[in-house]
């Protein structure tokens, strides 16, 4: 991907996440924010995986465990959205 490692991709990926639920978790823009960078990040992991599947014809449990992850992610700041929205 023009030169740049998918896992430095995931690494600063992960860590705009972390930063948005922890440093800026205050800020009245900061659920919709989350929500948009993980829904990306779900983005690009179902491409990865679709890569994984179709094109290399092989799994790698650490991709699929990443992908867990930010599935998991993209749930929890959906409702942190919702309670957001409510909230307002």
């Known amino acids: 991907m023009v030169g740049i490692p998918v896992a430095g ?8 996440l972390l930063a948005l639920a922890t440093v800026y978790r205050s800020r009245t ?3 919709l924010r ?5 829904v990306a990040g779900l983005g690009f ?10 094109v290399l014809e092989t799994w790698c449990v650490l991709c699929l465990s990443s992908l867990g ?5 993209t749930v929890l700041a959906a409702v942190v ?3 957001a929205s409510v909230a307002d």
């Open 34 to 38: 989350l929500l948009a960078a993980a």
């Open 45 to 54: 992991a179902l491409y990865l995986t679709y890569v994984e599947g179709y």
């Open 69 to 73: 992850l930010i599935a998991t992610i």
């Open 9 to 16: 991709i995931g690494v600063v990926g992960y860590g705009v």
């Open 81 to 83: 959205k919702a309670r």
């Open 29 to 31: 823009e900061t659920p």
